[in-house]
């Protein structure tokens, strides 16, 4: 259970990085003090520099820029880009992975469900409280509470309401299942 939580923790803290990197992206393409985008400012660079020298000088005052800087800035820019959608990509591809690790164990066992059979409920807060159970008679069909010597029946309603912490401090610690190859062979012996 707690491999599970990490992987879920590791998972969502993936997918946040994801969503900022995209935001980041986003951002950085749709801002105009870096002229739209990088693409554009790229081939903004290149027709321009392309031209004569005094068109680049023009060009280059404009901003109040130097070549140098200029060519930093994007070099700088680029290889920025370049690292976080690798990073995205990267991540994105870990996003998958660990689904699928998480996913794999539920996968497997597809094909050979479970019933529940009892529930350990607590009844009080961490320093103390009281434990009892609800155990699934499968051949009656009814659920029987076990509270110390007293067994009494009870509605599958009131298991369900206490097991999810229904009223006061009461809710299900423990859950016991049985496979389905159990289940059936305590169903055949109630046939017999």
């Known amino acids: 259970m707690a491999k599970a939580e990490r992987l879920n923790e590791e998972l969502l803290k993936m997918k946040q990085d994801v969503r900022k990197q995209r935001d980041l992206h986003k951002n950085l393409r749709e801002n105009p003090k870096w002229f739209e985008s990088f693409d554009h400012c790229n081939k903004l ?3 321009t520099l392309g031209e004569s020298e005094t068109q680049s000088k023009q060009f280059l005052d404009s901003f109040g820029m130097q070549m140098n800087e200029v060519e930093t800035t994007l070099r700088v820019l680029m290889q920025f880009k370049e ?5 995205a990509t990267e991540a994105l591809d870990n996003i998958r992975d660990m689904e699928l690790t ?8 597809k094909d050979k469900p479970y019933y529940i059979h009892s529930i350990i409920i607590h009844d009080g807060l961490a320093e103390n409280g009281h434990y009892y159970s609800y ?5 009656k069909k009814v659920w ?8 009494s029946q009870e ?6 309401k206490e097991a999810y912490g229904g009223e006061g401090y009461k809710s299900a ?3 016991i299942f049985i496979s389905k190859a159990m289940g059936d062979r305590i169903d055949q012996r109630s046939t017999q």
């Open 173 to 175: 610690c423990y859950l």
């Open 135 to 139: 155990v699934y008679d499968r051949v």
């Open 83 to 87: 690292a976080s959608m690798k990073r």
């Open 45 to 47: 660079m290149k027709d």
């Open 102 to 109: 998480i996913k794999e164990p539920y996968l497997k066992n």
């Open 155 to 160: 509605t599958e309603e009131t298991v369900l």
């Open 144 to 151: 029987w509470k076990m509270n110390d010597h007293k067994v």
